[in-house]
C-alpha cells in the first residue's frame, strides 16, 4: 500500500491543506524552522522518501548544503515537487523554486503541515508512523517481560 492511502485524510485534489502563509499556525514548529530549518526539512524528508533517508542525513546535507552554497533552498525545493507529485497537489517545479527562494520558511512549514495534516505524527518518523499504522486498531495487552541478563 501507498504511504498516502495509509494516512492520507480526504483532501481537494490538487490543494494544500493550509495556505503557503499560515506558518504561525503551529507555533512550535514554525519556532524551530526558524532557528534550525535543517530540522524541520529533514523530517519533511523522510516522510516524503518513506524511510530511504533518515531525518539526521537529510538534515545534515540541508546543513552542508546551506553553509556551502548559501542556498538549502536549492535541496529542500527538490523535496517540494515530490510531495506534490505523490499527493496530486497542483503547482510546478518554478513555483516550487521560486516559494523555497524567497521564503524558504512557509514552504517548509507548509510541508510539515500538509503532513502532519495528512495523518503523520511527524516527531516518529517514517518507522515510527509504520509501526503505529501497523498497530492502529489492534488491543495491546501487557508487556511481556523477559528475565534474566541476555547479551
Known amino acids: 500500500m501507498e504511504a498516502q492511502h495509509l494516512h ?20 512550535g514548529n514554525c519556532c524551530i524552522t526558524c532557528w534550525c530549518p535543517c530540522i524541520t526539512f529533514g523530517q519533511v524528508a523522510e516522510i516524503v522518501d518513506q524511510g530511504s533517508t533518515t531525518c539526521g542525513t537529510a538534515g545534515a546535507l540541508y546543513t552542508l548544503i546551506s553553509c556551502i552554497t548559501g542556498c538549502g533552498c536549492l535541496y529542500s525545493c527538490f523535496y517540494r515537487g515530490k510531495m506534490r507529485a505523490q499527493y496530486n497537489i497542483g503547482g510546478n517545479d518554478c513555483g516550487d523554486c521560486l516559494k523555497h527562494f524567497f521564503c524558504e520558511l512557509c514552504a517548509l512549514t507548509q510541508q510539515y503541515r500538509e503532513l502532519k495534516n495528512r495523518g503523520y505524527d511527524m516527531k516518529l518518523g517514517w518507522a515510527g508512523n509504520a ?14 517481560f523477559q528475565g534474566g541478563m541476555t547479551r
Open 131 to 144: 509501526q503505529l499504522q501497523q498497530n492502529q486498531g489492534v488491543a495491546m495487552g501487557a508487556p511481556v
Open 8 to 27: 492520507g485524510k480526504p483532501r481537494a485534489e490538487g490543494e494544500w491543506s493550509t495556505g503557503f502563509c499560515d506558518c504561525f499556525s503551529d507555533c
